[in-house]
């Protein structure tokens, strides 16, 4: 039986995460035409397990159409629907939940 590395399945699911759908939820209103991106720094994000429990609570947010995840500068990039209202609570609670503090969430500057 061939065992399979660390390496190997860090990848393995590295690129599931890229395959799963998006899907969200939120409440501080856009007039955007374009998709809004919103940074999330967050402290202690640093595998892809993780990752991947930050990126199951944040994927329910409403209007969410992508997330990118860098685990090396601990930030997560989550891009909206234009037009869809943003709830900065709503992203604190989802990053809490997953059991993360989100250190500073910033908004597209139309919303700062």
């Keep these: 039986m061939k065992t399979l590395s660390f390496k190997t399945i860090s990848l393995a699911f590295l690129l599931s995460l890229l395959i799963s759908p998006w899907s969200g939820n939120f409440t501080l209103q856009a ?3 374009q998709a809004q991106q919103v ?19 944040l994927k329910i947010l409403a209007g969410l159409k ?32 997953s059991g993360f503090t989100a250190r500073e969430i910033i908004l597209p500057k139309s919303q700062t």
Excluded: R
């Excluded at 940074?39 to 609570?57: M, Q, R, T, W």
């Excluded at 997330?67 to 990053?95: C, P, R, S, W």
């Design 31 to 33: 007039t955007e035409t």
């Design 39 to 57: 940074i999330v720094n967050i402290d202690g994000l640093s595998c892809p397990f993780c990752a991947y429990g930050v990126e199951k609570k």
């Design 66 to 97: 992508d997330i990118e995840i860098k685990m090396n500068e601990g930030q997560v990039l989550l891009t909206f629907e234009a037009g869809v209202t943003i709830d900065v609570d709503a992203i604190k609670e989802a990053v809490e939940d």
